[in-house]
């Protein structure tokens, strides 16, 4: 290079650093993700699935294998995620805006959708929960008690007492369908016990290859006992005396399913991808999909589209799983979030007092010299806070 090309003629300067990056956000695991997405895609298959059962021992079969792990898995993900839980202002905002505020909207929408579609007396509940809002519920009592399940020394055993003594007392009622929140406590508690080495125990090639001849028995043990047990069991939505049954077998089929429900959800995630695939961003809208393909399977229900000879077919059968998952992977699309987002996932800062932590952390902020000093050494510190929460 010659002197006329240099800023400084022929002294050699020490080159001026490169501007410091910025520290990269939390990544989502694709791996999670993915799993999310499966998952909710089969709810969507056992909804659909649940339309045709009558008559149809192959269909109910498969939707009794289903039942046993599906909703278990995403509950497994939801208490592995709700970890970091606790009672400060910055959850608890989290809480009531990610999922009380969507429960009272949903509720409301579910509500006024029957009284239009079906039933013009048909009442709003907010103790009642409407379908697949139980999952909500749940999901917000599940959180609340987070802390409690952190700070005694047997969560998990006391997690199934809770449920298996749900199972045998009726008068539990159905406000806030409380029924599943505590028999399906133990799934929740388990999430919340779990660590990243324990998913990798389960997606190793040897896990996936033993899951093969497993959920094979599942299917036939469902088939087995479809004219043998009542297809009310997988639901876990009420005590024993309901299905006419010794009170002795709620507790003990408590912990059967509980048991069953970890081998397959085990096997499940033996077969979720961990690398990106087409479907992992779809992972963070699930709950869009969740809250609204009820909408179309209920005017579905109310309509009588399920009531054709055609479904009961071998090709209808297949149709309509087709259009089961492939209804709920649209409704989980950015379109869609875009839209909702206001409802299913607001803000709300007008609704909260300012925490005086975040306030102050605030002004630091804004007080912190430029290009460094006291002030600027704070800043990995506050990063990894941010990170961490």
């Not at 055609?310 to 492939?326: K, M, N, Q, Y």
Request: glycine share 8%; proline share 7%; net charge positive.
């Amino acid at each position: 290079m010659t002197s006329s090309l240099r800023p400084h003629g022929d002294r050699k300067t020490t080159p001026s650093p490169p501007p410091p990056q910025a520290r990269p956000g939390r990544q989502r695991d694709a791996f999670f993700d993915n799993a999310k997405y499966l998952a909710i895609v089969l709810v969507g298959v056992g909804h659909a699935w649940g339309q045709i059962l009558d008559g149809n021992r192959t269909v109910e079969a498969l939707y009794r294998a289903l039942y046993t792990f599906h909703m278990p898995a995403f509950i497994i993900i939801s208490g592995y995620f709700s970890r970091s839980f606790d009672l400060s202002p910055k959850r608890v905002k989290r809480l009531i805006t990610g999922v009380a505020v969507p429960y009272l909207v949903f509720e409301v929408g579910y509500a006024l959708h029957r009284r239009f579609a079906e039933d013009p007396s048909n009442e709003i509940s907010l103790l009642d929960p409407t379908y697949l809002l139980w999952f909500l519920c749940a999901l917000f009592v599940w959180r609340l008690t987070t802390p409690l399940w952190q700070t005694v020394r047997w969560p998990l055993p006391i997690a199934l007492a809770i449920a298996a003594l749900a199972s045998v007392t009726p008068s539990i009622g159905n406000d806030l369908n409380m029924q599943r929140v505590l028999q399906f406590l133990p799934c929740f508690v388990l999430g919340l016990l779990l660590r990243p080495e324990h998913f990798r125990l389960v997606r190793r090639r040897s896990a996936r290859i033993a899951s093969v001849p497993v959920v094979a028995v599942a299917v036939a043990v469902a088939w087995w006992s479809v004219p043998r047990m009542e297809t009310g069991w997988f639901y876990r939505n009420a005590a024993v005396q309901a299905t006419g049954a010794p009170w002795w077998s709620g507790p003990v089929v408590t912990l059967a399913l509980f048991g069953c429900s970890l081998v397959l959800t085990a096997c499940f995630f033996a077969w979720v991808p961990g690398r990106r695939m087409w479907f992992t961003a779809l992972g963070a809208g699930t709950i869009y999909g969740y809250l609204l393909h009820g909408f179309v399977v209920k005017q579905g229900t109310f309509s009588g589209w399920f009531h054709g000879s055609a479904w009961d077919t071998p090709l209808g059968e297949v149709a309509i799983t087709v259009l089961g998952a492939a209804l709920i992977t649209v409704l989980c699309t950015k379109p869609f979030q875009r839209v909702l987002k206001y409802v299913v996932e607001p803000r709300m800062d007008w609704a909260f007092r300012r925490d005086p932590g975040e306030a102050a952390r605030g002004r630091e902020h804004r007080e912190q010299p430029a290009g460094g000093g006291a002030g600027a050494a704070r800043t990995p510190v506050e990063t990894a806070e941010k990170v961490s929460a």
